[in-house]
């Protein structure tokens, strides 16, 4: 069975950074990327990366600080998080489809596969 497991969420300060990983149980997905989701908000797209690693697409609000990233040797989608803020805390969540990132906008939640959250959280 197809299985995401994410990794590298914790307690960080304003400005600090982050890495979380996202293992998945088989080599090659047509789009991947990460979620998040806050207390009492809707699940929210951030970044993503499309079959081959050569377009990556990350959500406005975090366009400079994050970068999503994959290794397929190691099967391993990652998403570095810098200069991180308090309205960066949430539960993120990797996600992966076989629908490929150009047929279907990849910020729509239309994924087969999810991880089962990692929480950061980010203090002032």
């Known amino acids: 069975q197809v299985q995401l497991v994410e990794s590298g969420g914790g307690s960080v300060q304003a400005g600090g950074s982050l890495r979380l990983s996202c293992a998945a149980s088989?080599?090659?997905?047509?789009?991947m990327g990460w979620f998040r989701q806050a207390p009492g908000k809707e699940r929210e797209g951030v970044a993503f990366?499309?079959?081959?690693?050569?377009?990556?697409y990350v959500t406005d609000s975090v366009k400079g600080r994050f970068t999503i990233s994959q290794d397929t040797v190691k099967n391993t989608l990652y998403l570095q998080m810098n200069s991180l803020k308090p309205d960066d805390s949430a539960v993120y969540y990797c996600?992966?489809?076989?629908?490929?990132?150009?047929?279907?906008?990849?910020?729509?939640?239309?994924?087969?596969?999810w991880g089962q959250g990692t929480q950061v959280t980010v203090s002032s």
């Open positions: 996600a992966a489809r076989d629908t490929s990132c150009y047929a279907l906008d990849p910020r729509s939640p239309a994924y087969a596969y």
């Open positions: 088989r080599p090659t997905y047509s789009c």
């Open positions: 990366i499309y079959r081959g690693g050569g377009k990556t």
